[in-house]
């Protein structure tokens, strides 16, 4: 959901925590895994070729290359811009030619993939949080002792916590290696609050799609971060 986790405290404070296990419980209950800790995979940020994002309404006409991810498509669009669904792996041609203005990715993906040479800003928004799982199947788990799951789930929250702190470092890395590259539009020089609201005003359409209690909960993640 864009614009949920105001940083990466709020979204550390909330996968170690009550919610991120229930979030897990559920993935447990209905997918056949044993779901042990959220991973770190990076907030999402914005690169395009048209200028600076500052504003919401600097996101007005865009042409933004998205995933098929509903809450990120209804978002953009709130904003004025227009998602284009895409491969990854014709982004990079994509972004080339025009097809696309921009798109939006974790920090890795900007720099491994090399958007800076087909791209001109950056807007470090933390658009939204997207983690990673890990997990294993019912049947692999069931086969441990009793003595391996515990260690199991306490090396995956141990981990997690350390797999955070590696992704914060190497963030930092890639904006400075970055900063010559692209021009960088930071986080703190924006009204993030103005485009937090946008996407709050748009929660009668998930509460239409997925039901009360969905928005219930992001309610509850947003009240973590207090």
Known sequence: MPFLFEDTEHTLTVNNGEIGREVLDNLEANAGLKALSLWEHGFRQITNSRGPIETPEDLQGLKIRSPEVQSYSVALQEFGANPIPLSFSELYVAMDRGVVDGQHNPLMHIEGQRFYEVQD???????????????????????????????????ALETAELWAE??????EEILTELEDKIEIIHKEDLDWEAFKQVVEDVYPVYEEEYGSE?????EEVQAAAN
Do not use: G, R
Request: net charge negative; hydrophobic share 45%; aromatic share 14%.
């Open 214 to 218: 969905f928005v219930q909960f992001l």
């Open 121 to 155: 800003y950056l807007t470090v928004m933390d658009f939204a949080y997207t983690p990673n799982v890990l997990a294993l199947s019912d049947s692999i788990w069931e086969q441990l002792s009793k003595d391996q799951q515990n260690a199991l789930d306490e090396a």
């Open 166 to 171: 590696e992704a914060a470092e190497e963030n």
